[in-house]
């Protein structure tokens, strides 16, 4: 799971993890993802995510959208090479993919990634794809609340992606992209 680190925190959401920061710089959060009776996801509104904390602790946390969480004006680096500075950006959004996807045996193939990285880049606060849309939705809430981005470094971020999903298609229902990350999330 993603470290929280309380400097780089989303102002409304230090007041929150306040208790659980105590005497510690950083605690492991993710999203914590609600399954049915046949271990089906279930996200009611996308909107209303639920944070899991500190193993076994959870926050409900309501936001508006992605767009509301953007941060500051930086231009983004090149990120074709993952810079030292995004990689925990990243890892967030994909580890949560990997660790979702392992956890209940669903592996989306390479376009259904591209599709939705795009759909992130270009509408973050679109109309829904499928239920692993809202997913990555939530995550990339999270992500933005733990790492101070702005709407450039975002785009330039789901760009990534969307390339690396891409990269990875090799054909009708290729799904080396899950695989990957599923290998380096071990």
Aim: glycine share 4%; charged share 30%; with cysteine.
């Amino acid at each position: 799971m993603p470290k929280l680190e309380k400097e780089k925190l989303l102002p409304e959401l230090q007041e929150i993890f306040a208790d659980a920061l105590k005497g510690k710089n950083e605690i492991s959060v993710g999203i914590a993802f609600e399954l049915d009776e046949n271990e089906r996801l279930v996200i009611t509104k996308r909107e209303d995510i639920f944070i899991g904390y500190d193993e076994n602790k959870v926050f409900f946390w309501h936001v508006n959208s992605i767009r509301d969480l953007f941060r500051g004006n930086k231009t983004p680096p090149d990120l074709q090479h993952y810079p030292e500075e995004y990689v925990m950006f990243f890892a967030t959004i994909e580890q949560q993919i990997a660790d979702f996807s392992d956890a209940i045996g669903v592996f989306l193939t390479d376009v259904d990634f591209e599709r939705i990285f795009s759909a992130m880049r270009r509408r973050p606060d679109g109309k829904r794809i499928n239920l692993l849309h809202d997913l990555v939705w939530q995550v990339t809430a999270l992500a933005l609340a733990m790492y101070p981005t702005s709407e450039a470094e975002y785009t330039a971020i789901f760009t990534q992606l969307e390339k690396s999903a891409r990269t990875f298609n090799m054909g009708c229902g290729s799904k080396n992209y899950l695989e990957y990350l599923l290998y380096s999330f071990e």
